[in-house]
């Protein structure tokens, strides 16, 4: 399944229209990187870690996206970053985009619009979140859940632990930015007793995530792309949600939203 998840999106890449076109803009910003093609703009979260031999700095913007996103298939963490990254702001000018998009709901509340929108939803049973959220434990109160985090503090559980946790879990929230560090595909194969819901502003817009046993997507749209661009250069986090993007919710055909 691994290969098959990262091939399947660069063919749908392939079929929009920004797929051979030149990147415009490039910026790995301290917690997030950017790329523009054709004007539209993707997302990933940036490596927490840094390199000072980044041997193509300064030489990205000009090249085709499908060069970046051939990079997909690379082990190196900037350069999966930027393969996500621009793989998103392609598939942003396409068709699949549109439609996916108009049947999403759009939410409110910032980076944790999610889990307020499904915290109704949560009462019953183990809840395990990849991925630490800024203000997660205050919107979470009260309910038996676990955080997994790559980069745990002492509130969370280090990543190893999704193996057995996540197949005992009835929800898990899933942060898309693991398919940048090539995880997701084993992550989404622990997950599938519980009802699982993939989000983030890394995730790329795309019906595949149902065929992988994704229940819910909740992905970003650029409101502002001259406020996100200037916050994300300005090292912001999740400040890109006062008014640079905004969340929103896409149940699988059939689930309750």
Known sequence: ????????????????????????????????TLVQVKGQIGLCMTPQSYSRTLS?????????????????????????????????AVLRGGENYSRLLKAAQPLGGG?????????????????????RYPGLDEVLEGLDYVCIERNPTEKDLPDQAAESL??????AFVTASALANRTLPRLLQLCREPTTL???PSLPWSGLWFDQGCDYLA???VVDADKLWNIVMEGGGVRIFQGGVAYRLLPREGTSA
Do not use: K
């Open 1 to 32: 399944m691994p290969d098959s998840i990262y091939s399947s999106l660069t063919r749908e890449a392939e079929a929009c229209p920004g797929f051979y076109a030149p990147v415009e803009r490039v910026c790995i910003g301290q917690v997030w």
């Open 56 to 88: 193509w700095s300064g030489e990205l913007c000009g090249r085709r996206a499908s060069e970046l996103i051939a990079w997909l298939q690379s082990w190196q963490p900037f350069e999966t970053t930027l393969a996500v990254a621009t793989l998103n």
């Open 111 to 131: 980076n944790l619009a999610v889990f307020r929108a499904m915290r109704e939803q949560l009462d019953d049973g183990r809840v395990s979140v990849i991925g």
């Open 166 to 171: 996540l197949p005992q879990s009835h929800w």
């Open 198 to 200: 993939l989000m983030g």
């Open 219 to 221: 992905g970003v749209e």
